[in-house]
């Protein structure tokens, strides 16, 4: 197994939770970084749509309050701004029921995995964070997650419990300076 930091590719490899919670921790974070203009309701319809599968994973199944939570982010009709963060959220619910499935159907697997990745993908399109962002911190959750999923030897379909969330850092928003929109970015800031 390599452990380049750009071969995202390995995600398939993890626990099937621990994949959903590597597109949860994603989503949440493109939310934390949506333009600060992006009316409240959005960001926290996300927010409360990360939290719900949070717990799906900590559980090892998506309850019927969760799903309410999950649905209801889900199926919310977004501004501009924040359409890419709400793909990101239907591909993240896709890869809840993906998981879940797997457990009884083998099939599923691969639908969990590519469900992560457009999540992943669909982030790409956000203003406020561009594909090279988004690739480093899903590698770095990758990384944290592959870590935390060994150390408390999880197996293929089990439920991440206490012991792998408290081996992860928090996803915090941005410093103000972080958030602006690509087009008025100065390029030059790249490099500094």
Known sequence: MSH??????????LPMWAQVLLASRLTR????WLNPDTPPTARELLLAGCDA????????????????????AVRHSPVRCARPVFDAMYFLADAAYAAESSLDFEAAEPACSGSVQKSMAALCELDTLNPIQVRIFAAADLDSLRFACHEARVGRYDALGADVF???????????????PRSTADPADEFR
């Open 4 to 13: 380049a930091i750009f071969e995202l590719e390995t995600i398939r490899d």
């Open 29 to 32: 974070r493109a939310a934390l």
């Open 53 to 72: 599968v949070d717990r799906c994973v900590q559980a090892g199944e998506r309850s019927a309050a969760e799903l309410v939570v999950i649905e209801r």
């Open 166 to 180: 408290a081996r992860l850092a928090p996803v915090l928003p941005p410093d103000a300076k972080d958030i602006r």
